[in-house]
């Protein structure tokens, strides 16, 4: 019932930009963390960035500076602005709702998105 629909991916060159979007539907009651992962070929997903309800953020050290996450609570929608682009950023970036209630004390629930693929190439 729960979805998280992502945009913005695309291919893109290096030292370029790109804005990721992810919107989460469904009957929600309450989403504590967003955030974004990603995973290159042959490597572990790692977090790129997250942020609270209360809007505090932490960053992987590798994107400190060019990145910037942002949400909208009302709107359930999680930002990553994307600037300064390498190639080692390639990967396919995942969207994620942690701690996710659908009712008052229920869960808490983890959500995924499904995938978009953020290319960096000259």
């Known amino acids: 019932q729960v979805q998280l629909v992502e945009s913005g991916g695309g291919l893109v060159q290096p030292g370029g930009s790109l804005r990721l979007s992810c919107a989460a539907s469904?009957?929600?009651?309450?989403?504590?963390?967003m955030g974004w992962y990603r995973q290159a070929p042959g490597k572990e997903r790692e977090l790129v960035a997250v942020i609270s309800s209360g809007g505090s953020t932490n960053y992987a050290d590798s994107v400190k500076g060019r990145f910037a996450i942002s949400r909208d609570n009302a709107k359930n929608t999680v930002y990553l602005q994307m600037n300064s682009l390498k190639p080692e950023d390639t990967a396919v970036y995942y969207c994620?709702?942690?701690?996710?209630?659908?009712?008052?004390?229920?869960?808490?629930?983890?959500?995924w998105g499904q995938g978009t693929q953020v290319t960096v190439s000259s």
């Open positions: 469904g009957n929600i009651f309450s989403i504590n963390a």
């Open positions: 994620n709702a942690d701690n996710v209630r659908l009712r008052p004390g229920d869960g808490p629930y983890n959500f």
